[in-house]
């Protein structure tokens, strides 16, 4: 079945800082793939997304790339804000996931410090 | 504003109570959902609805239920028999199912006591 898989966290940075968090996904097809953000004591939000290979999706800083050929999509951001702090995930869609919605991997916390 | 509302934000509840969280929507989409978020677990699909009056299981419906008699609501009940039902619940709704972005309210936390 379908699967994301996210490096654990949580990741700490200072402001300013190059930020990466590696997502890697398992599944049939061709899936399109999201990254949703989720900040203190509320619900998620779409960042961004790539709905085929070697698409880039890009939103307030943040890119990923989804690369096929290593079945990743990583994110991105060159310069890091103490706002950033939240929880992200990774997760997927596609024409084969049947009778589920998006499969999530499973978060990764960002701590920025000033 | 279009959006989802979730209530109550915060519930307490007593071994063996039977809790209803209620979501609503005015965005006119077709499909809900509802998922259970754990620390360290991320999130994971209790129940969706495609469209009024359908409803199927996700991965983990055991001691849950819910119904769909108006596009606008999805509300989600548990019951005495989730064994473990202490977490953070969130629902979200969708143009379609599939279509891959999902709008998500602000959550219920459940405490059972």
């Known amino acids: 079945g379908n699967s994301v898989t996210q490096m654990e966290g949580p990741v700490t940075l200072s402001e300013e800082a190059f930020l990466t968090i590696n997502c890697t996904y398992t599944?049939?097809?061709?899936?399109?793939l999201f990254w949703y953000v989720q900040y203190p004591g509320e619900g998620l939000q779409l960042l961004l997304k790539?709905?085929?290979?070697?698409d880039k999706g890009s939103n307030k800083g943040f890119e990923a790339t989804y690369r096929k050929e290593t079945t990743s999509f990583h994110l991105e951001k060159g310069s890091v804000q103490v706002s950033d702090s939240a929880v992200y995930f990774c997760a997927l869609s596609g024409p084969y996931t049947g009778r589920r919605a998006l499969t999530f991997g499973s978060g990764t916390r960002l701590q920025v410090q000033p | 504003d279009g959006g989802i509302t979730q209530s109550p934000k915060y519930l307490f509840r007593k071994e063996g109570q039977n809790v209803t969280l209620s979501c609503e929507q005015n965005?006119?989409?077709?499909?809900m959902y509802w998922y259970r978020q754990d620390p360290g677990q991320g999130l994971r699909l209790i129940y969706y609805?495609?469209?009024?009056?359908?409803?199927q299981k996700g991965d983990i419906a055991e001691g849950y239920s819910v119904s769909r008699e108006k596009k606008e609501s999805f509300p989600l009940t548990v019951t005495s028999a989730q064994k473990n039902p202490t977490a953070f619940y969130l629902c979200a709704s969708s143009p379609g199912l599939n279509t891959g972005e999902l709008f998500f309210g602000e959550g219920s936390r459940l405490t059972v006591l």
């Open positions: 790539a709905t085929k290979a070697d």
């Open positions: 965005l006119n989409h077709d499909a």
């Open positions: 609805s495609q469209i009024v009056n359908d409803f």
């Open positions: 599944a049939t097809g061709y899936p399109s």
